[in-house]
């Protein structure tokens, strides 16, 4: 199979949305972006053996390569239109470009997302995915907008995936789904658009991730530590593993936002995905509030590459 024949096979769909005058094909693709709204584009590469286990199934690792970037969108508070696709493969193997393409359609058609073009190269396997999609003018949830006096909200759950990456082989299927199939938390990050402050993807863990959020903004937090939104198998653990997963352990894709405490009494009167875990305070910091009072200094640490 030529690499023409495997795009047209697995890649190139019939009929686009409407806002894609040209997709999979030319030499580039041509978009219409909704009139009034500003676009949020972002991407991120997944490495064999960086950041997904070797044995990983081929649909997996195309629904995680799409899901880590529809996360990035879902913090900025953006709704995702589309994508590109960067496939580097050591060889011609239609089989796991057909598996791999299933898995990235599965998620992509759950949340309306369409593949508009990328390239194909020969290589050590890496999947480069571009995302792009749109948010109203002025009302992206940045880093560096946290405000002394806001709540912090987490939307999905956390540890999960630190779990299963460390019980490798003997993580069971639906342990497993934490770190292969991670769900993108749109419609939360949709939900805080209008009434948000900051907002950031857990991927590198919550302290690291909310420790970015408290640099660029300039405060520190507290955080209720019974408060977090634990992946129920961590409750089998010891409580000091189960929190060292939950705040240090990469891979889970969760939301972490801030918000005024009037915004957050009005958004927790209808169901919407988030749980309040603590507040932004003047102090520089993360701090945790265990059950019985006690407070203690949370490192920022999570995972890093270099
Ligand atoms: P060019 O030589 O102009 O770079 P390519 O041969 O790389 O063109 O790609 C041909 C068409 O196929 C382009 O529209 C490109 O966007 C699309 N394409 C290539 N690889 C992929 C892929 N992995 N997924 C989706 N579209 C792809
Ligand atoms: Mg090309």
Redo the contacts with the bound molecule.
Sequence with gaps: MT??E??RQY??RDAGPSWCRL???????ILRPPAQRELAICTDTLVAGRHFPQDTAAADIGWKALAVNLSDLAAMGAQPMGF????TLPDNDPAFVAELARGMFELASTHDVA??????TRGPMSLSVTAFGHVAIDRTLRRDAARVGDVIVVAGELGGAALALARGGAADPALRAYLDRPQPQIEAGLALVECGHAAIDISDGLAADLGHILTASGCGAQIDLAALPLAPQLADLADSEAMRLALHGGDDYALIATLSRRAWAALAERPCGWRCVGEIVEQPGLYGRAHDGSRQLIPATGYTHF
């Design positions: 690499e023409f495997l795009i890649f190139q997709g999979i094909g030319d030499d580039a693709a590109l696709l960067n496939l593949l508009i073009g990328g390239d194909t």
